[in-house]
């Protein structure tokens, strides 16, 4: 209802405007099937695939049967073709297999509609395209999405959206820059082949045979604090609040309506720094990421005070955080970043110009925002005598020995 365009039907037709893209286009988009077979049409990538409907099940399984047999599979992947783009995406590895799956999805009512498709070898990726305010396509930088444990085959909803050690993100992606431009250039040419509008999250692969291949398309981005469309934001020098009044003021623009005012308060005073601690090495250390990066972006909003983000990794070094790198599930995940922003820091520089650029975006970065992160010992931590928000649960967060040490400090 809300991506696969009755939603916006309804707002068409009592003439609402609205973010995001037309009822006929997202009908398209949203089916997985309907997409794969327009871009196919266009010129693009796409791998063999086979639809299965409710209703329409006589000798399904011989279908499927000569679908594995034709193309010479050992792996496939079943999915829903109007669904999000990691519910109910199984795994298969004969046709027995997949139909079976099949029925138990159509009776727990996933959807009446599924694609069968050869199991995709290669490097995953998910890119945000924006609109500018001319209607031209701006693809932001590319995540790789790397899954480390060899026993999860597939990026699903648990992987996605919380707390494991099982998938590393990885910004820039491990490609060519090359491959990079091609990733880009080929996401805005399908944001425009769909006719697409304001704001859209593609998922993809760099498959091993060369081919790039776009498998889902995302009419609504998931806005969660740690999302990709917030994380590749974040890597242009965007606040959470900055990218989202973007869009409603280039769609405002492009629909000929009044411009949103941005609601800022200004510091009355010289604002009061506070440091935000969290991380840490005991079990509950994710569990404080949220809750340190929580407190941080609430802080953020006040005119009073100053935050800003302070790591306590496992090998008890203090770093302080860009806001990109907050934008992480796991501590690890978090230092990675920090690691990773110092090795290609020229080459983030060059991408941040470049599509800030493609978007019109000409008012100053936020230099505050996009600051290198730093490390330091917790001793040097402590010479600094700015107010410090503790975050750190379970250890040395509450068992008194940062307390000691903060006061000792003074």
């Known amino acids: 209802f809300g991506e696969g365009g009755e939603l916006t039907a309804f707002l068409e037709k009592y003439s609402i405007p609205f973010v995001g893209s037309s009822s006929k286009s997202a009908k398209v988009a949203f089916d997985k099937f309907d997409a794969a077979w327009l871009l196919e049409r266009e010129g693009f990538y ?49 046709p027995e297999h997949c139909l079976t799956a099949f029925k138990g999805m159509l009776k727990d009512g996933l959807d009446e509609r599924f694609v069968l498709e050869p199991f995709a070898s290669g490097k995953e990726f998910t890119i945000i395209v924006l609109q500018n305010p001319d209607g031209e396509p701006v693809a932001l930088l590319p995540t790789e999405i790397e899954i480390t444990d060899t026993s999860q085959a597939l990026f699903d909803y648990r992987l996605k959206y919380l707390p494991t050690r099982q998938v590393a993100y990885h910004m820039p992606p491990r490609f060519s820059d090359d ?19 304001d704001v859209v999250r593609m998922d993809g692969w760099v498959l091993d045979d060369g081919n790039i291949w776009f498998s889902d398309m995302n009419l609504a981005c998931g806005l969660e604090q740690n999302s990709f469309f917030f994380l590749q934001a974040a890597y242009l020098g965007w606040s959470h609040a900055d990218v989202l009044y973007y869009i409603l003021r280039s769609t405002c623009f492009r629909k000929k309506l009044a411009q949103p005012h941005r609601l800022k308060p200004e ?32 802080l953020r909003k006040s005119v009073r005070f100053s935050p800003t983000p302070h790591l306590l990794d496992q090998d008890g070094f203090v770093w302080t955080l860009p806001y990109a790198a907050t934008l992480r599930h796991t501590v690890e995940e978090v230092g990675a970043a920090c690691r990773q922003m110092l090795e290609e820091k020229e080459r983030l520089g060059e991408y941040r110009l470049q599509i ?49 040490a903060l006061s000792k400090a003074k």
Request: hydrophobic content about 35%; overall charge negative.
């Open 179 to 197: 491959t990079v431009s091609i990733i880009r250039n080929k996401a805005e040419t399908i944001f425009s082949a769909l006719e697409l509008c």
């Open 46 to 94: 796409s791998p063999p695939s086979l639809l299965l409907e409710e209703g329409n099940e006589d000798n399904i399984l011989a279908r499927i049967e000569s679908f594995f047999q034709n193309n010479e599979l050992r792996r496939a992947v079943l999915k829903p073709a109007r669904s999000g783009s990691s519910i109910g995406v199984t795994e298969i590895h004969s």
């Open 356 to 404: 800030r650029e493609a978007l019109l975006e000409h008012d100053s970065e936020n230099e505050a925002l996009l600051i290198s992160p730093s490390c330091m010992t917790l001793e040097d931590f402590l010479q600094d005598k700015t107010t410090v928000f503790l975050a750190i649960h379970g250890g040395i967060g509450e068992n008194g020995e940062l307390q000691t």
């Open 267 to 298: 510091p009355t005073e010289e604002q009061e720094a506070v440091r935000v601690l969290f991380g840490g090495d005991s079990s509950e250390r994710q569990v404080s990421l949220m809750s340190g990066t929580n407190v941080w972006l609430k």
